[in-house]
């Protein structure tokens, strides 16, 4: 197996955590599950979440970005789970303060990529669509500038409907609070990191106290 991964500290026929990557379910151990050759569900038994967060590690090639992102944020079985349910948001007519902020601000997210260069092109109407969408999944949330940017890449690679559920588990399951109207998730994250710095690192957190920056608020 270490030979065939390439990775220290596994010997052949055994399965370590002796590698300083080695997460909370590694070292729980591993659940073996059918995998393809890209360890997706669905192909023969495997060391599936190793082997896929190396080859994710890696980089994951263009052609295959929207369907791993789908399944790595188990977005396709909330697109599968709700049939329709994009197009019945998109139909609704929106609360008139987000659409308004969305027109305004979410074209320059991406404005050097030639999808979104065009005013009025398929690339902006379909950002509109999906950020237009979620201001109605999540009426409590409402529309942030920095999720523009972030629907944009994801539009890129697959198509609006997709993106929707995608950007959702993004907002809701890995940085939820993130995109909130006070900012807290990402506020909290900054006085940890701060924190961290202060130990890892003191001459760089004295260096940015002296000029007052500081990562909770910027």
Excluded at 33 to 59: N, V
Excluded at 156 to 171: D, K, S, T
Aim: aromatic residues 10%; contains cysteine.
């Amino acid at each position: 197996m270490s030979a065939h991964l390439g990775v220290p500290g596994v010997a052949p026929g055994s399965w370590t955590t002796s590698a300083p990557w080695a997460s909370d379910s590694e070292i729980n151990g591993l659940a073996y599950r059918r995998t393809d050759k890209y360890a997706f569900p669905g192909g023969q038994p495997s060391h599936s979440g190793m082997l896929l967060k190396l080859r994710c590690r890696k980089g994951i090639p263009s052609s295959l970005r929207a369907k791993a992102w789908q399944l790595l944020s188990n977005s396709k079985e909330l697109l599968d789970q709700n049939p329709g349910k994009f197009e019945d948001l998109e139909r609704q007519p929106g609360d008139p303060k987000w659409l308004d902020v969305i027109e305004k601000g979410s074209a320059p997210a991406v404005p050097f990529h030639e999808m979104f260069a065009a005013r009025g092109g398929h690339g902006q109407q379909d950002l509109y669509r999906i950020l237009k969408a979620y201001t109605i999944y999540r009426p409590d949330e409402g529309y942030c500038q920095a999720q523009a940017p972030v629907a944009a890449v994801l539009l890129m690679h697959m198509p609006a409907e997709q993106a929707f559920w995608c950007l959702v588990q993004i907002c809701e399951k890995y940085l939820p609070g993130y995109y909130s109207a006070g900012l807290e998730a990402i506020q909290l994250d900054g006085e940890i990191f701060f924190a961290l710095l202060r130990r890892a690192s003191p001459m760089a957190y004295r260096h940015l106290k002296k000029y007052k920056i500081d990562p909770s608020s910027t």
